[in-house]
């Protein structure tokens, strides 16, 4: 189901991403979502998704998220569609 706050998030995601990373990923899962919602494997493909993009802006140091040395900021930017 998709995420309407960073509230809803599971609590693995709060707990260790930063709130923009958080954001990152409630917009990726939710955007994957709708995008596969005819496919069976839909909750799955939403969470992986969600990684990838988080992992495109963020990536894990030790047990802390933080911001990729080459600046991105945006993960739908990094996207090719």
Known sequence: MPYFSNDDL??????????????????????????????PRQEEIAHRVAWAAVKKVYEKLGTEWVPREDGRTDWNSTLKY
């Open 10 to 39: 599971p609590l693995r995601v709060r707990d260790h991403l930063p709130e923009h990373a958080q954001d990152i990923f409630r917009e990726a899962f939710n955007h994957a979502w709708h995008q596969y919602a005819d496919d």
